[in-house]
């Protein structure tokens, strides 16, 4: 795209955004749980020892903040979905409010 062309949207642009996000902040979701389940059924395997405390710790709190962050992600791209069906609408709304106004100013002009 060059300078001079601008953005070039349209209702059905936001809707397959909306569409598209929303279905990968789910799929992205649903597989975080399942990896969460699965990590969480490992159990600590590197023992009760010190070593295996530490390595334990740190594995935790690694895991824990991989996760989260990974939920977030997920909330995120559901979010940015939602709010592109917001202004999938909006456009719509407004496009034709625009092709009201031109068809109500072409009548006028047309009167006159």
């Known amino acids: ?4 062309q601008g953005v070039k949207v349209s209702h059905p642009d936001f809707r397959s955004t909306d569409t598209g996000l929303t279905s990968v902040g789910a799929d992205h979701s649903a597989e975080v749980r ?7 059924g490992e ?13 334990g710790a740190a594995y935790h709190a ?5 996760l989260e962050t990974c939920e977030s992600l997920a909330r995120r791209h559901t979010t940015a979905g939602c709010d592109a069906g917001t ?4 456009y719509r709304s407004a496009e034709r409010r625009g092709e009201e106004e031109a068809d109500r100013i072409t009548r006028a002009v047309r009167q006159v």
Not at 34 to 40: N, P, Q, S, T, V
Not at 87 to 90: G, Y
């Open 43 to 55: 159990g600590d395997p590197w023992g009760d020892d010190e070593l295996g405390s530490m390595v």
């Open 87 to 90: 202004m999938s609408i909006n």
């Open 1 to 4: 795209m060059t300078a001079n």
């Open 62 to 66: 690694v895991t824990r903040q991989a």
């Open 34 to 40: 399942i990896l969460r389940a699965y990590l969480e």
